[in-house]
């Protein structure tokens, strides 16, 4: 598979299956690093997680390890419906593994990588969180889609939007950017409940905005044309029938 987020749609079933065991593998590992990290240095222990495992996976799943980032590749084309789910369940399974492996090697865990606001208001969180994936999704964009391609500096430059992210906003939300990260914990230690939905909603939402926003500069994947395809069949489908119920009624009442 030719890099970030250029994710292959055909080929052999085998090699879904890799990049589903890939997103699954690398979310567990980029969740169990980056939560267990003390919040001194969290913000760095998250940006080199996300740059190594984005170099890691991107050849073999296109490097989303984030349902933000796949939400915005459906937006834009980059990613089938079918792949996109099945990412998603296995970058909220691997972080929810994640979760259940600081439970077991954590002494007196209860509450290890749980999101909650920070002296704000969740509308407040809502907003840095928004923003925050707006970053690290434009940025994505930029380096995987934008031409000149960046290669192989692509995963350190991601690494890098996280890090200056949860630089300034870690500190008020956590800087979770990520709802394959709020869900983790909060199904294991049963936390964070009344922000998640807050979280996980600002987070898609600044994923998309990032996904159109780059929409114009980048381009689109191919599955946006497929999706056109798809839909002006339907309304031809549609207006075939509904011309056919037309002549049916106008034959029968001219009878």
Not at 75 to 102: D, E
């Amino acid at each position: 598979m030719p890099g970030l987020l250029h994710t292959a749609e055909e080929g052999t079933p085998s090699r879904l299956y890799a990049a589903i065991a890939a997103e699954f593998v690398c979310s567990f590992l980029f969740a169990f690093i980056g939560a267990a990290a003390p919040s001194s240095s969290a913000a760095a222990a998250n940006g080199i997680a996300l740059a190594v495992l984005a170099y890691v996976s991107a050849n073999v799943s296109g490097g989303h390890l984030n349902p933000a980032v796949t939400v915005a590749t459906l937006a834009t084309g980059h990613t089938s419906v079918s792949r996109g789910l099945a990412y998603i369940v296995a970058q909220i399974a691997g972080c929810t593994l994640a979760a259940g492996m600081h439970l077991l090697l954590i002494p007196n865990a209860h509450d290890v990588g749980c999101f909650a606001p920070n002296g704000i208001s969740l509308g407040q969180a809502f907003g840095w969180e928004a923003i925050m994936t707006f970053l690290l999704v434009v940025t994505i964009y930029s380096v995987a889609v934008g031409k000149p391609d960046f290669g192989v500096m692509g995963p350190l430059a991601i690494g890098l939007a996280l890090f200056a992210a949860a630089l300034t906003g870690g500190s008020f939300t956590g800087a979770a950017l990520n709802p394959a990260r709020v869900l983790g914990p909060a199904l294991v230690f049963g936390c964070g409940w009344r922000a998640a939905p807050v979280y996980i909603l600002a987070e898609l939402l600044g994923g998309v905005a990032g996904s159109v926003i780059s929409w114009p500069l980048y381009g689109t994947g191919l599955q946006f044309g497929r999706w056109f395809d798809a839909v002006e069949d339907a309304v031809a489908d549609a207006r075939q029938a509904l011309r056919g119920g037309y002549d049916r009624v106008t034959g029968e009442a001219h009878a």
